[in-house]
């Protein structure tokens, strides 16, 4: 089997074909590089019969309607997808026959509700349903994306072979292409947790998405064939949990402040002290509640901020979420923009109403 990687950026494209055959099949293309999937073609004498987009993508506009029109291949993405220029459309356990080839389709959704995942051979494409190593998969905080329906799918791999090498559709930090064996013991999101568990770990770390990720959704939604209809910054591993943050937030280190310590400090100099609430609107009036004078900034929209909060840079800046994960990002934010007095309630929400509580009871004793 013939089996490339064509792109030399993060986005992974795949060329698959059988020797002493002239029909291949390319999936994941990106727009920027549809002239040199043609030269290829030409330059090689191979024929395109099918074009695979693995799911919609949020961080480059597909190749697959251009491709489709400019050879008159076949366009293959999941019935759920929603190009409407997709000329064949498939469905979990499907088993497509391409030329000699023969490819079995796993729904995988979780990044997005169409998500695919191809076994060709040993080779198992994941698209953004799994990443390689500790870059665990896909962030599922995009439209259409469910760490519900993440969990299920990473189930479906449990009597899938050791064997089976990983090809994901983006790598950003030179990993190698590892077996599923080795990402069962090194990938994160394959480590053994309950539903509900996985949905809080994924959660607990999650970064809301860019907006210029959006843009690049609506534009795959319409077929696009100009890589300018969206912009797009260069090789930016957004697609990771945490991916549209600055290189080198994750490393810097934050200071954590207590819920007895904090109401001290409201209680005696609350001018001084500016709340950052970083959970989503609908958090705020869920069992958890919110605090009195917070500041409400969503953690995908905390970068886009900075401008707005320098007026607050003398101040005492306390970042709070449900349990403090997401605060830590908020704060190590914070940093790298030059803020220097953040801290980061610790447990946050949840430690916040429990020690609250504890006082309550105190009181009346």
């Given at each position: 089997?013939?089996?490339?990687?064509?792109?030399?950026?993060?986005?992974?494209?795949?060329?698959?074909?059988?020797?002493?055959?002239?029909?291949?099949?390319?999936?994941?293309?990106?727009?920027?590089?549809?002239?040199?999937?043609?030269?290829?073609?030409?330059?090689?004498g191979?024929?395109?019969?099918?074009?695979?987009?693995?799911?919609?993508?949020?961080?480059?506009?597909?190749?697959?309607?251009?491709?489709?029109?400019a050879?008159?291949?076949?366009?293959?993405?999941?019935?759920?997808?929603?190009?409407q220029?997709?000329?064949?459309?498939?469905?979990?356990?499907?088993?497509?026959?391409?030329?000699?080839?023969?490819?079995?389709?796993?729904?995988?959704?979780?990044?997005?509700?169409?998500?695919?995942?191809?076994?060709?051979?040993?080779?198992?494409?994941?698209g953004?349903?799994?990443?390689?190593?500790?870059?665990?998969?896909?962030?599922d905080?995009?439209?259409g994306?469910?760490?519900?329906?993440?969990?299920?799918?990473?189930?479906?791999?449990?009597?899938?072979?050791?064997?089976?090498?990983?090809?994901?559709?983006?790598?950003?930090?030179?990993?190698q292409?590892?077996?599923?064996?080795?990402?069962?013991?090194?990938?994160?999101?394959?480590?053994?947790r309950?539903?509900?568990?996985?949905?809080?770990?994924?959660?607990?770390?999650?970064?809301?998405?860019?907006?210029?990720?959006?843009?690049?959704?609506k534009?795959?939604?319409?077929?696009?064939?100009?890589?300018?209809?969206?912009?797009?910054?260069?090789?930016?591993?957004?697609?990771e949990?945490?991916?549209?943050?600055?290189?080198?937030?994750?490393?810097?280190?934050?200071?954590y402040?207590?819920?007895e310590?904090?109401?001290?400090?409201?209680?005696?100099?609350?001018?001084?002290?500016?709340?950052?609430?970083?959970?989503?609107?609908?958090?705020?009036?869920?069992?958890?509640?919110?605090?009195t004078?917070?500041?409400?900034?969503?953690?995908?929209?905390?970068?886009?901020?900075?401008t707005?909060?320098?007026?607050?840079?003398?101040?005492?800046?306390?970042?709070?979420?449900?349990?403090?994960?997401?605060?830590?990002?908020?704060?190590?934010?914070?940093?790298?923009a030059?803020?220097?007095?953040?801290?980061?309630?610790?447990?946050?929400?949840?430690?916040?109403?429990?020690?609250?509580?504890?006082?309550?009871?105190?009181?009346?004793?």
């Amino acid at each position: 089997m013939i089996f490339k990687q064509l792109n030399p950026h993060s986005c992974r494209t795949y060329l698959i074909g059988e020797e002493n055959d002239q029909r291949v099949i390319i999936v994941d293309p990106v727009i920027d590089h549809f002239s040199d999937y043609l030269a290829l073609l030409k330059e090689e004498g191979l024929t395109l019969t099918h074009v695979i987009d693995t799911h919609i993508h949020a961080d480059h506009i597909s190749a697959g309607s251009a491709l489709k029109d400019a050879t008159g291949c076949e366009y293959v993405m999941h019935e759920a997808a929603p190009p409407q220029c997709v000329s064949m459309r498939v469905q979990d356990g499907d088993v497509l026959h391409f030329n000699t080839l023969e490819l079995k389709v796993l729904h995988t959704p979780g990044h997005t509700q169409d998500s695919i995942s191809l076994i060709v051979g040993d080779n198992l494409l994941t698209g953004d349903f799994l990443f390689l190593d500790d870059a665990g998969a896909g962030r599922d905080d995009l439209p259409g994306g469910n760490p519900a329906d993440h969990w299920e799918s990473l189930n479906k791999l449990t009597d899938l072979p050791d064997q089976l090498m990983i090809y994901p559709a983006h790598e950003y930090r030179n990993r190698q292409p590892a077996t599923l064996g080795r990402q069962r013991q090194s990938n994160p999101h394959l480590q053994k947790r309950s539903k509900e568990e996985f949905i809080k770990y994924l959660e607990d770390l999650r970064l809301g998405p860019a907006d210029w990720m959006r843009d690049v959704l609506k534009a795959n939604y319409a077929c696009a064939k100009d890589p300018g209809a969206a912009w797009i910054p260069l090789d930016t591993p957004a697609c990771e949990i945490k991916g549209t943050m600055d290189k080198g937030v994750n490393e810097i280190a934050v200071q954590y402040i207590e819920a007895e310590e904090l109401r001290t400090w409201l209680q005696t100099n609350r001018s001084e002290v500016l709340l950052i609430d970083v959970r989503e609107k609908a958090e705020l009036t869920g069992p958890l509640g919110h605090m009195t004078g917070i500041l409400h900034i969503p953690i995908g929209q905390l970068t886009g901020s900075l401008t707005g909060l320098q007026e607050h840079k003398h101040k005492k800046i306390v970042v709070v979420c449900r349990s403090g994960a997401r605060a830590t990002t908020g704060a190590q934010i914070l940093l790298k923009a030059g803020f220097a007095s953040v801290y980061v309630l610790k447990g946050g929400m949840i430690s916040w109403n429990q020690a609250s509580e504890g006082l309550l009871q105190h009181k009346q004793q």
